[in-house]
């Protein structure tokens, strides 16, 4: 099992303590800010980074994650709980914290199921299209803030644009000023001097010039005053009815996160080097919800931006989310006075900054050079994640995700072998017709599972191997079944019918190379009856065609290897 703060060494305990002082810079005022796009009170938001953040990071095996209410779940909360309770109400809250702990139970139920895998089935376009739109959403709100211009951010990204626009006229320049300011810091100094936290200093510099030159008062927005003391446990307690109505609200959130939060977790395993455990993840994401609503704030899930910038301010473990967690609770208990001239134009220039990477620019170029298909199916869930939400996005993703294994896997490699029986011998497509492995046998080697997408394809091109060697040349099939892993009952049904037709050709069938639990699967569906199962190709070409001594004259030849 994995240590808690795995990768914390001496050597990089400055920068990851560091790191957790910037990350406790942006995620107060962001916090506070998906609390009232919630429609919670700004404590709500304080309350996920301390004891919800403290279980997240020392069960999860994702060491650069952060786990806190985004946007997106802030805006689903919202639209959720408000046909069942007015905003703002100590019911609304209530339900809050009810749909945070439905939403910890499924997580949980996820991981024990070993549900994971589902991160897995996403293949890399799918991650960028859909981590893409849920970055390019949030910087439309970071631009917002930069230019000083009022949007609603529960809205659509259209929508948001829409406000955006219509809001220029509105802009104040010296949060304009603030803001290119802050991003030519933060540019400039992530080229130069990348081990200085410049998001922290940027923080403090205009915090210190908004309040010395009163520019609130010039109509730069900050953050306000924020009501002090430390959270309280407690437990939802509403009607069964209200559970069960928040149930469908609760499955769109664990979907969103589960998407968001494995992909992102993935992307970075990757990117640097370190271990990704899906089912510990969820579970972590599981444990996390629970203590959010048992603690009275809402539902936790993964932060893109803040996560990117960790990355860029060279974190490599969950220490930050430790040192975020003791400070916020600091914070709540001495000093929230010191939030509220944090000017908002900053706060949207550091996470603005900190998303760029996650817009996948170049991988999208990278895509487009490489694998045009590849490239539509990015393209497609980040303009679906992006135009009509998280949830269409998922459903989307994973819809693309099936029919591009179905496309692969409806065309496997179908191979006629050499009479070696070693599966890199193949005979290619350009062999001439009447190729066989031996005299009267023909191996065929499939490599990919037999199921609904290719079991029509494998009898086609077994029959056409077979007619194109010519009338009673061929006596015996010997099927290759080591690259076949598994069998479902659409490829037994196309497989019976091949071995109907085998019969009335007159031509015996034959396995080799059968992985054990494949034998049983081939078994239990009725397809195994007396064939004979050889150890390997040789001993079935040795057994079946006793004069084939040599290799095959066709040598380097090719067969209708794809059944073409």
């Known amino acids: 099992m994995q240590r808690p703060l795995a990768g914390l060494t001496r050597g990089n305990l400055v920068t990851e303590l560091t790191a957790g002082v910037t990350l406790l810079a942006i995620a107060i005022p962001l916090n506070i800010g998906y609390a009232q796009i919630a429609g919670l009170p700004p404590t709500a938001g304080l309350y996920a980074l301390i004891v919800p953040t403290i279980v997240y990071a020392l069960v999860v095996s994702s060491r650069q994650l952060v786990a806190s209410p985004d946007a997106a779940a802030a805006a689903l909360v919202a639209s959720s709980i408000g046909g069942l309770a007015a905003a703002g109400s100590a019911d609304y809250a209530t339900l809050a914290l009810a749909q945070a702990i439905i939403c910890g139970v499924m997580f949980v139920l996820l991981a024990v199921f070993k549900l994971g895998f589902l991160a897995n089935f996403l293949s890399k376009p799918i991650l960028v299209g859909f981590v893409g739109g849920l970055a390019l959403d949030i910087m439309v709100s970071q631009i917002a803030k930069m230019l000083g211009v009022s949007i609603d951010s529960g809205k659509d990204f259209v929508g948001k644009v829409g406000d955006l626009v219509g809001g220029f006229t509105t802009l104040n320049g010296w949060s304009v000023l603030i ?328 031509v015996s069938l034959a396995f080799s190379r059968v992985r054990p639990n494949t034998l049983h699967r081939l078994t239990a569906l009725g397809l195994l009856d007396d064939e004979q199962v050889y150890a390997t190709n040789r001993a079935a070409i040795t057994h079946l065609s006793p004069s084939a001594t040599e290799p095959s004259a066709a040598g380097t030849s090719n067969s209708e290897g794809d059944g073409r």
Request: aromatic share 6%.
């Open 179 to 506: 803001s290119a300011a802050s991003v030519a810091v933060l540019l400039l100094g992530r080229r130069f001097l990348r081990s200085v936290p410049w998001a922290l200093i940027v923080l403090i510099v205009t915090t210190v010039v908004v309040v010395i030159a009163g520019l609130d008062a010039q109509g730069v927005h900050v953050l306000g005053a924020v009501p002090s003391g430390p959270p309280v446990l407690t437990w939802p307690m509403i009607d069964w009815t209200m559970w069960l109505a928040l149930v469908p609200s609760a499955i769109a959130l664990t979907l969103v996160t589960t998407a968001e939060g494995l992909l992102v977790s993935r992307s970075y395993a990757e990117k640097h080097g370190y271990p990704f455990r899906a089912n510990r993840d969820l579970l972590a994401f599981g444990a996390a919800n629970i203590a959010a609503g048992a603690q009275g704030s809402f539902s936790v899930g993964s932060s893109t931006s803040r996560t990117a910038a960790m990355d860029q301010a060279g974190s490599r473990t969950q220490l930050p989310s430790l040192v975020l967690a003791a400070g916020t609770l600091l914070l709540l208990l001495f000093g929230t006075a010191l939030l509220a001239d944090i000017p908002s134009p900053a706060i949207g220039a550091i996470v603005g900054v900190a998303i760029i990477p996650l817009l996948g620019i170049r991988d999208f170029i990278g895509l487009w050079q490489k694998d045009r298909f590849e490239f539509v199916i990015g393209a497609v869930c980040f303009l679906v994640t992006l135009l009509i939400g998280s949830i269409p996005g998922i459903l989307v993703a994973f819809v693309l995700a099936l029919i591009n294994l179905a496309k692969r896997a409806s065309n496997p490699a179908i191979d006629v072998l050499e009479s070696s029986g070693d599966p890199g011998e193949s005979l290619l497509e350009d062999a001439p017709a009447g190729t066989v492995t031996a005299p009267g046998v023909i191996v065929i080697r499939l490599a990919a599972p037999l199921f609904f997408a290719n079991g029509a394809v494998f009898s086609s091109a077994v029959k056409e191997a077979i007619r194109s060697a010519g009338p009673h040349t061929v006596d015996h099939l010997v099927v290759d079944m080591e690259a076949v892993t598994d069998v479902d009952i659409t490829g037994a049904e196309s497989f019976e019918s091949l071995k109907e037709w085998l019969t009335t050709q007159s």
